[in-house]
């Protein structure tokens, strides 16, 4: 698909020598907030569907930006596009993704984009999508993290009866059962967002989740009254989900169960710890800002309905 007689852009379906430069453009895209290699991008070129594609734009003989098209797991009948690169190649490869888009059957298409991404805010904003949703991440440095301020909390839980327990993800004797109850029950009750909701609610969805990594569960007796799953990655440790009981909320059991968390990841050596979720969930918001986590950019979700009738000449 050429883009234009004046433009000299030319879009065309990616293949696997231009993972080099697909990942270098989406490396700088996100600002290096993570690292993408020639073999990850070169692994995904290897199986494209309808609704799971890589479009390239080639300017000179030379590729200058990309789309990458992926269902969006919690919104069906949805489809996550993200553009990188040059700005000027957006529009012709946003029209040609959004002509597939249509071709099959897709309701909407969905961009997740951090705000000071700003080449993709400023299209997006222009195209006429509509900002859905806002999601945040933070950062903390554990190597400056201490238990201190919250041995007051633990204490008191303590003596009241409840302790918090670490068990790793291939604890036989962890209360599995007890803990995906409380995982679902904090799904069903968190405020939702297609970027912050997890994929499945499943046991064995729970256990994919916290491998690898440390679970911290407030225990009272054998009850579960709160827990956090800390994942690890290189030097890095980050929160993936955190639930209390309804009966035992704004009681400190979040705060506590992460904190101890992250005294674990300190001793251990972890440098960072990240965490995220949407906007509308103020309690852990709360309980974050607590532990000393420094909030980022914003994450927005900006969604943009499919017109109807749009064809290959879109």
């Known amino acids: 698909m050429n883009a234009g007689p004046d433009s000299g852009i030319t879009v065309r379906d990616a293949a696997p020598p231009d993972a080099p430069q697909l990942a270098r453009l989406l490396t700088l895209a996100y600002l290096h907030q993570w690292t993408y290699t020639a073999e990850r991008v070169t692994a995904r070129l290897h199986a494209p569907t309808t609704e799971r594609f890589t479009l390239t734009a080639e300017q000179a003989g030379q590729v200058v930006a990309g789309l990458d098209a992926d269902p969006f797991p919690t919104a069906p009948g ?53 900002n859905a949703y806002q999601s945040w991440g933070a950062q903390l440095d554990l190597t400056a993290f201490t238990f201190t301020p919250f041995r007051p909390l633990e204490e008191r839980h303590y003596l009241a009866g409840t302790e918090v327990h670490r068990f790793a993800a291939d604890d036989r004797a962890a209360p599995w059962d007890a803990l995906h109850a409380l995982y679902r029950q904090g799904l069903q009750d968190a405020p939702r967002n297609p970027t912050t909701t997890h994929d499945a609610d499943t046991p064995a969805y729970f256990r994919e989740m916290v491998a690898g990594g440390q679970v911290f569960a407030a225990l009272h007796g054998t009850q579960v009254r709160s827990y956090t799953a800390l994942t690890v990655d290189g030097r890095g440790v980050a929160s993936e989900h955190t639930a209390t009981r309804p ?39 709360r309980v974050n800002a607590r532990l000393g986590y420094r909030t980022e950019a914003m994450w927005l979700t900006w969604v943009r309905t499919v017109p109807p009738g749009v064809t290959s000449r879109a």
């Open 247 to 285: 009966q035992d909320r704004s009681r400190g059991l979040a705060t506590l169960v992460k904190a101890t968390a992250l005294d674990w990841a300190a001793r251990e050596g972890f440098r960072t710890a990240g965490t995220g979720g949407t906007v509308a969930n103020l309690p852990m918001l």
């Open 78 to 130: 949805s489809l996550r596009v993200q553009l990188y690169g040059e700005p000027a190649a957006f529009t012709p490869l946003y029209l040609q993704a959004l002509a597939r888009a249509g071709r099959a059957g897709t309701r909407r298409l969905l961009s997740v984009v951090r705000e000071d991404h700003r080449p993709q805010v400023a299209f997006l904003t222009a195209a006429g999508w509509r």
